[in-house]
């Protein structure tokens, strides 16, 4: 059974980096997207990006664009966001996903939408204060 462990959160200053690793473990589909999420109390769950394993392509929320970069070791099955320039709001619970339901959006890039995605990991928690 495929499983995901999401590792890497902290404490980081306004500023700071942290890099969030994703492992998978188990059996994984020959081909699907993997994305990252985030979730701070009282909040909607957010997409943060997404990669499509098959193509390398990736999307990222306007949010984290230039900040974030989502890296991927496809033979360890390791997923990274590193994040860089961490703001306050980016705290948050961060988690891993994977989905093989293959939409893409008019531009065909994986979609960040929560309910798509069918296994989760546990999350991290990112937080980020002075």
């Known amino acids: 059974q495929l499983r995901l462990v999401e590792s890497g959160g902290g404490l980081v200053q306004p500023g700071g980096s942290l890099r969030l690793s994703c492992a998978a473990s188990g059996w994984t589909p020959d081909d699907y997207n993997i994305g990252w999420f985030r979730q701070a109390p009282g909040k909607k769950r957010e997409g943060v990006s997404c990669t499509k394993t098959h193509t390398g392509d990736t999307n990222y929320a306007d949010s984290v664009k230039g900040r974030f970069t989502l890296t991927r070791d496809s033979v360890n099955h390791i997923v990274y966001l590193q994040m860089d320039n961490l703001q306050p709001g980016d705290a948050a619970i961060y988690h891993c996903?994977?989905?093989?339901?293959?939409?893409?959006?008019?531009?065909?890039?994986?979609?960040?939408?929560?309910?798509?995605?069918?296994?989760w990991g546990q999350g991290t928690q990112v937080t980020v204060s002075s």
């Open positions: 996903a994977i989905t093989t339901r293959l939409l893409t959006n008019a531009e065909g890039m994986c979609l960040m939408i929560a309910n798509l995605y069918e296994i």
